[in-house]
């Protein structure tokens, strides 16, 4: 049974910073692409970031290129992206997802506010 649950978010003041999590059970993560995304309230979802299974490149969305950081633990079978410099733009919900499938996590949230 795929399952994805993501956890680390919080309230952070601009300019701080804050590591998620996402643990996947079911599945070995190194062997399929992953993402994250969010949205923010009132908006549609935002691809963050990915790293592919193939030699783990990733890229990242241009509003937080230089800012986040997206990795992976295969033996943890975990995927993190460690967000810095976070700005009031940065709060949304955050999910993980198995990239191009219908497995997401429940998402955690991030709220950036001083």
């Known amino acids: 049974q795929v399952q994805l649950v993501e956890y680390g978010g919080g309230s952070v003041q601009p300019g701080g910073s804050l590591r998620l999590s996402c643990a996947a059970s079911?599945?070995?993560?190194?062997?399929?692409?992953m993402s994250w995304h969010r949205q923010a309230p009132g908006k549609g979802r935002e691809l963050v970031a990915n790293?592919?299974?193939?030699?783990?490149?990733?890229n990242y969305a241009d509003s937080v290129k230089g800012r986040f950081t997206l990795s992976r633990d295969n033996v943890k079978n975990t995927l993190y992206v460690q967000m810095t410099s976070l700005k009031p733009e940065d709060t949304a919900v955050y999910s993980c997802?198995?990239?191009?499938?219908?497995?997401w996590g429940q998402g955690t949230q991030v709220t950036v506010s001083s």
């Open positions: 079911g599945f070995t993560i190194s062997s399929y692409s």
């Open positions: 997802s198995r990239q191009f499938t219908n497995y």
């Open positions: 790293i592919t299974s193939s030699g783990g490149s990733t």
